[in-house]
């Protein structure tokens, strides 16, 4: 079984180009399947697949099991690639049926307490006011913030160059205040620990590059501190100024283009907007909006 797993996991990091954090979710759900059947993994048929969520349908929520399938899906593609089994027994088992997701978002209100919670007298002060700037000034995924290296942060020209998911470049313009933080943090930033992480942009108190982790924590720390009771993590941030960009009228290509989506469809999902701010649109352009005298 560990062969087989080393093998698809080299799969997905080299030829489909997957994120670390990607390949590591895709093989751990292959390996709790991969229990029932390490024998003969090339034998699992539809029906076994289907009887393999059925005992845990009660355990795991609809969208975990619609993530699991597509790890299932993308092993039994490999081992079709590879020549192992003659058809993929997943293709014959529907994903459970998910309702519209709408991610949680923090108004503009929200978003500037937090930013203004950060006490400028703290010896971290510095780098955590820049970190959130950055997540809702820039929408980076935390990963692309962890992995942020100062190299890539052109002050003078207000953008950042990230490498994203699929090894993907773009180009990521930001606001004056996201600059000022990211220059007031360099500016003050102690020395890397080792060589290797000396072009990192964000270090913990050790000098080592932050870990995801860390990051989670530190969103969490201050959303209580600015008194948000909302289940928030750094992923919201993003969430938020998608949301806000849009709500304030930008295009919905520009937003796809600096988030860095591949589908338009994944974006789509920002243009819910309150109801009072469509209710107000709609009345300010319905042709029936005037009283006849």
């Given amino acids: 079984m560990e ?22 979710a895709y093989c751990r759900d292959v390996r709790d399947f991969l229990v029932q059947f390490a024998d003969a993994p090339a034998k699992a048929g ?8 059925g005992a845990r349908k009660d355990l795991l929520s609809k969208r975990s099991q619609a993530r699991i399938l ?10 079709l690639l590879e020549e192992t089994v003659p058809a993929n027994p997943c293709d014959r088992v529907d994903a459970p049926k998910l309702g519209k997701y709408l991610p949680a978002v ?15 007298n703290v010896e971290t002060g510095l780098r955590d006011q820049a970190i959130l700037e950055v997540l809702y000034g820039c929408g980076l995924r935390v990963s692309e913030l962890c992995a942020l290296r100062i190299s890539c942060i052109y002050l003078e020209e207000n953008f950042l160059r990230i490498i994203g998911k699929g090894n993907k470049e773009r180009l990521v313009p930001f606001a004056p205040l996201t600059g000022e933080a990211i220059r007031n943090w360099l500016d003050s930033r102690p020395p890397a620990a080792a060589p290797q992480w000396d072009d990192y942009a964000f270090l913990n108190r050790f000098g080592k590059p932050l870990s995801r982790i860390s990051v989670f924590n530190l969103v969490k720390k201050y ?3 600015a008194g948000i009771t909302k289940e928030i993590s750094p992923h919201t941030f993003r969430h938020s100024f998608a949301t806000h960009l849009i709500e304030n009228g930008a295009d919905l290509r520009v937003v796809q283009e600096m988030l860095g989506h591949e589908s338009i469809l994944t974006t789509e999902i920002y243009t819910h907007i309150d109801s009072r701010t469509w209710q107000a649109s709609i009345l300010r352009h319905h042709p029936r909006r005037f009283k006849k005298n």
């Fill in 3 to 24: 062969r087989l797993l080393k093998d698809y996991s080299y799969y997905l990091r080299i030829e489909r180009k997957m994120s670390p954090n990607t390949v590591k």
């Fill in 46 to 53: 539809p029906e076994d697949i289907m009887e393999y969520f």
């Fill in 70 to 79: 597509s790890s299932l899906r993308s092993f039994y593609d490999w081992m």
């Fill in 106 to 120: 923090l108004s503009v209100e929200e978003v500037s307490a937090i930013l203004g919670s950060v006490p400028g």
């Fill in 223 to 225: 959303a209580l501190l």
